[in-house]
């Protein structure tokens, strides 16, 4: 049993350094750092190579998460980084880490829900999409569309929000609707400091856009 698509990574805000005594805010140049990483990692390596980067994203993400006293946003790039990984390694073996980056959401979601503008939402009702459903996995798409439509009501307008309930959308066949978000995750702003995340979704984007065409 498979993962059904990879995911992608999705918004990545930061973690800054405070007093020991003190929860550690975020600092957006570590975590912006994590995310251009993941990137690279995501879109330019493959095989071993890239599931032995992944391991290494996912070890960097644990310490920002411990550093961090557990904020919500670093636990939310944790769950990203195994998210990614699952979606990589593929078979079996990758229900563990999507295991782990649910529970991460949760977490998150539990702390502030709009999290880097719904992200955590949005990774999590990825993940209830595309994994398998019970006996295997938690997959439910019922939970998903809960989630993706809470995602889109703390942040209507953004990219990934839009373009991951298209994907949503299209893969239950709801083609006239997919049409409407996907437009929108068109029309997003792009990804400040984020060049190669914004080029790759945009181009994700485009590949919904032709199998949409072909159901017109």
Known sequence: MTIK???????????????????????????????????????????????????????????????????????????????????AKGGLGALDFAESAKENLERAIEKEESVLDGTALTVLAALYHKVPGWPVSFGSDKKAEKLFKRALEINPQGMDQNFFYAEYLFDDGEYEKAQAFLSRAQNAPEKANRPLADKKRREEIAALQARLDTKA
């Open 5 to 87: 698509k990879r995911l992608s990574s999705l918004v990545i805000a930061g973690l800054t350094s405070a007093a020991l005594i003190t929860p550690v805010a975020a600092s957006p140049d570590e975590l912006l750092m994590l995310q251009q990483q993941w990137a690279t990692v995501n879109y330019q390596l493959e095989g071993d190579a890239q599931l032995s980067a992944f391991s290494e994203l996912i070890e960097q993400a644990t310490k920002l998460v411990e550093q961090s006293e557990n904020s919500a946003e670093s636990l939310t790039w944790l769950a990203i980084s195994q998210s990614s990984t699952a979606s």
